[in-house]
Nanobody
Framework: QVQLVESGGGLVQAGGSLRLSCAASRSIFMFNIMGWYRQAPGKQRELVARITISGTTNYADSVKGRFTISRDNAKNTVALQMNSLKPEDTAVYYC??????????WGQGTQVTVSS
C-alpha cells in the first residue's frame, strides 16, 4: 500500500523551530532519494531539501543553513528540522521521493505557519 504521512507542523513565531516527520511506505522509500517539498498559497510546489539513501543532502538556497533533512532507512522515515523560521516559510509541507511529479501520489501534507 502506497502511503505518505507527514506530521509535526504548526504555528510558530519567526525565529522559532519545528521538526517535521514523514512515514513512508516501503515501496516509496526503498532505493529512492527522498525529499521535502512545500506549497505556499497561490504558488507551485517546490523542493526544499532532498537526501540520498547514503545520506547526501541538497537544499534550496532559501533554506540552506536553516533546515536539515535526515532519514532513517530502517524505519522508512524522513525528517526535516527547521530552525530560524521566517514568515516566507509558511506553506504546506510534503515528503515524497525525488523527483516527483504532480501526478504522483502525495500525502495530505502538514501545515507550517510562521508569524512575524
Amino acid at each position: 500500500q502506497v502511503q505518505l504521512v507527514e506530521s509535526g507542523g504548526g504555528l510558530v513565531q519567526a525565529g522559532g523551530s519545528l521538526r517535521l516527520s514523514c512515514a513512508a511506505s516501503r515501496s516509496i522509500f526503498m532505493f529512492n532519494i527522498m525529499g521535502w517539498y512545500r506549497q505556499a498559497p497561490g504558488k507551485q510546489r517546490e523542493l526544499v531539501a532532498r537526501i540520498t539513501i547514503s545520506g547526501t543532502t541538497n537544499y534550496a538556497d532559501s533554506v540552506k543553513g536553516r533546515f536539515t533533512i535526515s532519514r532513517d532507512n530502517a524505519k522508512n522515515t524522513v525528517a526535516l528540522q527547521m530552525n530560524s523560521l521566517k514568515p516566507e516559510d509558511t506553506a504546506v509541507y510534503y515528503c515524497n521521493k525525488y523527483p516527483s511529479a504532480e501526478y504522483n501520489y502525495w500525502g495530505q501534507g502538514t501545515q507550517v505557519t510562521v508569524s512575524s
